[in-house]
C-alpha cells in the first residue's frame, strides 16, 4: 500500500465536470474515457490528462473491462472513490468565496 498522502487536485471547471459525471454513473455501468468525453462536451486531450491525474491522487479508479466483444477494444471504466468523493465535496463546501464560487459556475447564494 502507498504511504504518501495524495496528491491535491485543482478544480478547473473541466476537472469539475469529469468528477460531476463521476459521481453521477451508476456503479453497474461506470463511463468509460470517451463515453466522458461525449457527455462532458470534452475533448480527449483534456479528459484523458485530467483522469490521469485524478486516478493518481486516488480519487478515481481504472479497471479494465473483463470481457470486450470482438468488434472493438476494451474499454478502461473509472469509478470515483471514496476518498475521491470526500475529497471533491469538502473542497466544493470551501468554495464560500465569491471568486471561486463564480470559477465553479455556482451563482451567489446558489448551493452545491
Known sequence: MDENPPAKIRLTMPTKA??????SAV??????GYRICEESGL????VYPI???L???RWIAGTWEADAPPDRPKRRTYQI?????????????KATR????LRWGLRPGEAR
Do not use: H, I, K
Open 27 to 32: 456503479d453497474d455501468d461506470p463511463p468509460w
Open 55 to 57: 486516478e493518481q491522487a
Open 51 to 53: 483522469l490521469e491525474r
Open 18 to 23: 469529469v468528477l460531476d459525471l463521476l459521481l
Open 81 to 93: 472513490s471514496d476518498l475521491g468523493s470526500r475529497a471533491y465535496r469538502a473542497a466544493l463546501a
Open 98 to 101: 465569491p471568486t471561486a464560487r
Open 43 to 46: 475533448g480527449p486531450g483534456t
